[in-house]
C-alpha cells in the first residue's frame, strides 16, 4: 500500500529544470544480492547557485516504458532515498551514495531506467534533473519463494530412498504459507519453470513457514519412485499447496543429465 501511495504522489510531480540550480553528475545504481536492496550513487551533486539555498534533495531510480524527456513521470518507483540534507550556495556532495529496499514493478517487461534527482520547492519534491540509463534492463515482479544451494540429491535401488539437499528455503508471504512439498523431478529436457511433464521420483511434505521463517540446511529421505530407465534431466521442486493443489513454486535444476537403470534381479 505505501508502494502504491507513493506512485500516485509523483506521477502528477512536473520537471522544472529550467529553474534548478543543482547539477547532477555521473549516476550509477547496483541491485543487492536476490534484489533484495537497491543502491544509488553519484559522484556529484553542486548547487551552482552562488546565493540561494536548495530545499532537501532525494535519489530515486523509475522503470518507465519510454525514456523520460521532462513533465510527468510515470512508471514504477524502484527505490528512493530518505531525505537528504540541502545544500548551501556553492556546497556540493561527492561520491555520494545510499541503498534502500528494492520495490520490483508488478509487471515483468523490459524498461528504460531513469534516474531522478528532486528538490523539496513549495511544499513538494519536484524533479530537479534526471539521467536515463543507457541500457534498459528487462525486470519483473519477485518470486515469493527462492531455494538456494548448495543442493544435492541422490538415490539409492537397493534403499530405495532419495537424499534430499538444500541450503536454504525462503519466502515472502506476509501470511503463513501453504504446506510445501520438496520433490526430486526427472525429465526429459531441463526444466526451465511452468508445468511439470516426467517423473516425480521422490518427495516429502513440510511444514508451512511463518512469516519471516525460513527452513535452513534442509536435509531430508524420501521413497525410491524409480522412473523407466533411460537418461534423464533431474530438478528439486518445491511446490505449495493452494486451491487445492500443489503448486510449483521454485525449483532446482542440475546441468548434467542423469542414467538410470534398474538394477537386473537374479534369476530364482
Not at 15 to 23: D, T, V, Y
Not at 135 to 144: D, E, G, I, R
Not at 202 to 217: C, H, I, Q, S
Not at 227 to 252: C, F, K, M, Q
Amino acid at each position: 500500500m505505501r508502494r502504491s501511495l507513493l506512485l500516485v504522489s509523483l506521477l502528477v510531480v512536473s520537471s522544472l529544470s529550467g529553474q534548478a540550480a543543482l547539477k547532477l553528475g555521473t549516476v550509477r545504481y547496483e541491485f543487492g544480492p536476490n534484489m533484495a536492496t537497491l543502491t544509488l550513487g553519484t559522484n556529484l551533486i553542486k548547487n551552482t547557485s552562488q546565493e540561494d539555498a536548495t530545499g532537501s534533495i532525494k535519489l530515486q531510480l523509475w522503470a518507465c516504458t519510454a525514456p523520460y524527456t521532462g513533465g510527468t513521470i510515470q512508471g514504477s518507483l524502484l527505490g528512493s532515498t530518505g531525505t537528504i540534507n540541502g545544500l548551501g550556495p556553492g556546497q556540493y556532495y561527492e561520491n555520494l551514495s545510499r541503498s534502500m529496499p528494492y520495490v520490483p514493478p508488478k509487471a515483468a517487461g523490459t524498461y528504460h531506467l531513469v534516474f531522478v534527482l528532486l528538490e523539496y520547492r513549495a511544499g513538494n519534491y519536484v524533479i530537479v534533473n534526471h539521467v536515463n540509463m543507457t541500457n534498459p534492463k528487462a525486470l519483473a515482479p519477485l518470486p515469493l519463494f527462492t531455494m538456494r544451494g548448495p543442493s544435492r540429491w541422490k538415490s539409492s535401488y537397493e534403499g530405495g530412498t532419495v537424499e534430499i539437499d538444500v541450503g536454504k528455503i525462503s519466502h515472502r508471504r506476509t501470511g503463513n504459507s501453504g504446506t510445501l512439498k520438496l520433490s526430486v523431478w526427472a525429465t526429459s529436457a531441463p526444466y526451465r519453470g511452468g508445468a511439470l511433464s516426467g517423473y516425480e521420483i521422490g518427495a516429502v511434505r513440510k511444514e508451512a513457514l511463518k512469516p519471516g521463517f525460513t527452513y535452513d540446511n534442509v536435509k531430508n529421505v524420501a521413497k525410491f519412485v524409480p522412473p523407466p530407465n533411460g537418461t534423464y534431466y533431474v530438478s528439486i521442486v518445491l511446490s505449495e499447496w493452494a486451491d487445492g493443489a500443489y503448486r510449483v513454486v521454485a525449483h532446482l535444476p542440475f546441468d548434467a543429465p542423469a542414467k538410470f537403470v534398474a538394477p537386473v534381479k537374479p534369476a530364482s
